[in-house]
């Protein structure tokens, strides 16, 4: 059993840069595929990151290169650093360790933390 809190969120102007964190409480985390995961307004959940317990990283492909994860393990911390932020980036944030594309049905359940609110707007 594993639990997530996510922090770092915040209300920005289009153009500026947030960097999410998610502390991971339990055991090994090191060896954990980790994601982070949004839900824009009125949308479901759904990938947007991920990091292999190697270090190998996939983006979703709508984010242009603006987002980076990355991962310490020493901190059991996941982290998003997002630029160039837009207001189609607007959601809550949540990190996992589970592998879908789309957060539905029974996947809606389980180890979810609290989230954090982007919002971007001028």
């Known amino acids: 059993q594993v639990q997530f809190v996510e922090s770092g969120g915040g209300l920005v102007q289009p153009g500026r840069s947030l960097r999410l964190s998610c502390v991971a409480s339990g055991s090994d985390f090191s060896s954990r595929k980790m994601a982070w995961y949004r839900q824009p307004p009125g949308k479901l959940r759904h990938w947007v990151a991920g990091i292999t317990a190697g270090g190998q990283v996939n983006y979703l492909s709508l984010l242009e290169g603006r987002f980076t994860i990355s991962r310490d393990n020493d901190m059991n911390t996941l982290y998003l650093q997002m630029n160039s932020l837009k207001p189609e980036d607007t959601a809550v944030y949540y990190c996992?360790?589970?592998?879908?594309?789309?957060?539905?049905?029974?996947?809606?359940?389980?180890?979810w933390g609290p989230g954090t609110q982007v919002t971007v707007s001028s």
């Open positions: 996992n360790d589970i592998d879908v594309l789309v957060v539905e049905g029974s996947y809606a359940d389980g180890s």
